[in-house]
């Protein structure tokens, strides 16, 4: 059973920074591509930072030069450093990753809010 638990979210000021954690259970990150994704409400979940099984990061362009997607290996944890929070940062983030088939495995998300 595969269960995913992220951290690390809050409310900060615009200009801020938080670092979310993503731990898992039943998967291994260095194993499988994953990602970060996050939904506003009314909005869909959209990709925001992901790493492939290798270790290579992508970013959303609206998030690149801010934020940073790293792996511990040994801990089987995934980070996701946001600098330079904006309001429209503000969402529900998400940790996914690939399953074998069609589909990614979730966590239950971590509210971020930004505050003006």
């Known amino acids: 059973q595969v269960q995913l638990v992220e951290s690390g979210g809050g409310l900060v000021q615009a200009g801020g920074s938080l670092r979310l954690s993503c731990t898992a259970s039943g998967v291994i990150f260095s194993m499988r591509n994953m990602g970060w994704y996050r939904q506003a409400p009314g909005k869909s979940r959209d990709l925001v930072a992901a790493?492939?099984?290798?270790?290579?990061?992508s970013y959303a362009e609206s998030v690149k030069g801010r934020f940073t997607i790293s792996r511990d290996n040994a801990k089987n944890l995934v980070y996701l450093q946001m600098n330079s929070l904006k309001p429209e940062d503000t969402a529900v983030y998400y940790c996914?990753?690939?399953?074998?088939?069609?589909?990614?495995?979730w966590g239950q998300g971590t509210q971020v809010t930004v505050s003006s």
């Open positions: 996914g990753v690939n399953k074998r088939g069609p589909g990614n495995y």
């Open positions: 790493m492939t099984s290798g270790g290579s990061p």
